[in-house]
Nanobody, 116 residues
């Protein structure tokens, strides 16, 4: 059975940094793409970043370009979201999902709170 688990959230002051991790674990897996989404209270879930597993092609939402970076560690089946210069409007639950030979799986989310 494959699981996707996020970690690394927390409370940080505006201007600070956090790094989120998302690992796909279980049987040997073949991952195609991993994505990060976020959902703030009272708002729709929105796309944040994506990375392809083979070529490492990345995509970032305009709202985070220049501040967030997505990267991967193929050997660990882990994707990272490095978040710098955080703003209060980045406060949300951040979710990871993975597309692979197991279908599409998502995690439970990790809370990021940015205080002003």
């Amino acid at each position: 059975q494959v699981q996707v688990v996020e970690s690394g959230g927390g409370l940080v002051q505006a201007g600070g940094s956090l790094r989120l991790s998302c690992a796909a674990s279980g049987r040997t897996v073949r991952i195609y793409v991993m994505n990060w989404f976020r959902q703030a209270p009272g708002k729709e879930r929105e796309f944040v970043a994506a990375i392809s597993w083979s070529g490492g092609t990345t995509s970032l939402a305009d709202s985070v370009k220049g501040r967030f970076t997505i990267s991967r560690d193929n050997a660990k089946n882990t994707v990272y979201l490095q978040m710098n210069r955080l703003k209060p409007e980045d406060t949300a639950v951040y979710y990871c999902n993975a597309h692979g030979d197991f279908g599409v799986l998502g995690g439970q989310g990790t809370q990021v709170t940015v205080s002003s």
